[in-house]
C-alpha cells in the first residue's frame, strides 16, 4: 500500500479534542498530520459507535491493539477513501469506501494504514462479547468470535439503505434513536450471518418477548422503531418476530405500530393538538407524510379531525 517514507505514530498520540456534539467525545492528532480525528459514542458498557475522519498530510501508520478490551465484533461502514489493517499475525483486511466489512478482533496488535492525501471516513459499532451474548446468544456469539487474531466474517458493498442508515448514525444528535438505530445495525448484519431460521412453536418465553415488543411501540411509538431494533431489544430473530405478531396479533409489526400510532394520533387531533405536533409525537418527521398516512388509514385528513384550541 505504501511506496515512500511513512510516518509511524501509536495510537495513543491521539488526545482529547472536546465534544463534537451532544454524547461525542473527539480525540484528534496533532495538527501538524492532518486533519485526522475519531468521535466516539458510548452507549453502554461494551456499546460503542466510532465515527472517523483522516486526512492526512504524510503516509501513515497507526500502531494499535485490535479487541484490547477483550473479544470485539467490528461493524465498519466504510464511507469514503481506502485504509487498510495490517494484524501482527499476518491477517490484514482493506476498508475501502462503499464497502461494509464485518470482522471479529481478540486482543491482538496491528497497524492502521492512512495514504496522505487520500480522506477517509468510516464508521464503526464495536460490540464485546458480554453484549454480542445477550443479543446473539453464547452459541452464535462463541462461532462468531472465533478463539483469537484478527477474522473477517464478511464484506460487500454497501447498499443504498443501508448508506443512509450509516448517514443517519454518523449525524445522529438524538441519543435514544442513535441507539435505536445502531441496534438496528447491529441485528441486520447478525441475520446477514446467521442461518435460515425454522417454522415452529412460540414458547411462553417467545409470546412474553412479543408482548415486550408491542409494549415498546406504546411507549416509544414516537420513534424509528424498525423490526430489526424489535428484533434486538427482545432477544427474538425477525422470523419469530413476524410470525410471533401474525399468531399473537394477527397482523404484522408494521401494520400494528401504524394502528397504534393513527389511534393515539386520532386522540391527540381531538384535544386540540396541532397537525405538525401530532405528527412528531407519533414519530413522524415530517406531516405532509403523517397526513398521507393518516387519511389512508381513516378515510380523513387529519385537519377534519383538529378540535377546539385548549
Known amino acids: 500500500m505504501?511506496?515512500?517514507?511513512v510516518t509511524r505514530i501509536s495510537s495513543t498520540l491521539a488526545t482529547p479534542a472536546g465534544n463534537a456534539r451532544a454524547g461525542w467525545r473527539r480525540h484528534a492528532l496533532p495538527a501538524d498530520l492532518g486533519d485526522c480525528h475519531t468521535d466516539r459514542l458510548d452507549f453502554e458498557d461494551g456499546l460503542t459507535l466510532v465515527h472517523s475522519h483522516y486526512a492526512p498530510t504524510r503516509d501513515l501508520i497507526e500502531e494499535s491493539i485490535a479487541g484490547q478490551e477483550g473479544r470485539i465484533l467490528a461493524v465498519t461502514l466504510a464511507m469514503q477513501g481506502v485504509s487498510s489493517f495490517q494484524g501482527a499475525d499476518g491477517a490484514g483486511m482493506e476498508f475501502r469506501g462503499g464497502r461494509t466489512t464485518v470482522a471479529a478482533f481478540a486482543r491482538s496488535a496491528g497497524e492502521r494504514r492512512y495514504l496522505a492525501g487520500c480522506a477517509v471516513s468510516q464508521l464503526r459499532l464495536l460490540v464485546n462479547e458480554r453484549v454480542l451474548r445477550r443479543y446473539a446468544g453464547d452459541e452464535r456469539a462463541r462461532t462468531q468470535l472465533g478463539e483469537g487474531g484478527v477474522r473477517c466474517l464478511a464484506q460487500g458493498r454497501t447498499s443504498?439503505?443501508?448508506?443512509?442508515?450509516?448517514?443517519?448514525?454518523?449525524?445522529?444528535?438524538?441519543?435514544?434513536?442513535?441507539?435505536?438505530?445502531?441496534?438496528?445495525?447491529?441485528s441486520r448484519q447478525l441475520r446477514a450471518l446467521a442461518p435460515a431460521p425454522q417454522a415452529g412453536r412460540l414458547s411462553d418465553a417467545d409470546v412474553a418477548r412479543i408482548e415486550a415488543a408491542h409494549a415498546l411501540m406504546r411507549k416509544h411509538m414516537d420513534r424509528d422503531l424498525t423490526v430489526q431494533y424489535l428484533c434486538l431489544a427482545t432477544g427474538l430473530n425477525?422470523?419469530?418476530?413476524?410470525?410471533?405478531?401474525?399468531?399473537?396479533?394477527?397482523?404484522?409489526?408494521?401494520?400494528?405500530?401504524?394502528?397504534?400510532?393513527?389511534?393515539?394520533?386520532w386522540a391527540l387531533l381531538e384535544t386540540g393538538c396541532q397537525v405538525a405536533q401530532a405528527a412528531y409525537r407519533v414519530?413522524?418527521?415530517?406531516?405532509?407524510?403523517?397526513?398521507?398516512?393518516?387519511?389512508?388509514?381513516?378515510g380523513r385528513t387529519p385537519k377534519s379531525v383538529f378540535g377546539p384550541r385548549g
Not at 425477525?238 to 394520533?265: C, D
Not at 414519530?283 to 381513516?298: E, I, L, Q, V, W
Open 2 to 5: 505504501f511506496k515512500t517514507m
Open 283 to 298: 414519530g413522524y418527521r415530517h406531516p405532509a407524510n403523517f397526513s398521507a398516512a393518516f387519511t389512508r388509514f381513516h
Open 160 to 186: 443504498a439503505d443501508l448508506a443512509a442508515a450509516g448517514a443517519a448514525l454518523a449525524d445522529g444528535d438524538d441519543p435514544l434513536d442513535t441507539h435505536i438505530r445502531a441496534l438496528t445495525l447491529l
Open 238 to 265: 425477525e422470523f419469530k418476530l413476524k410470525e410471533g405478531f401474525r399468531r399473537v396479533y394477527g397482523t404484522t409489526p408494521h401494520r400494528l405500530l401504524t394502528e397504534l400510532r393513527m389511534q393515539r394520533a
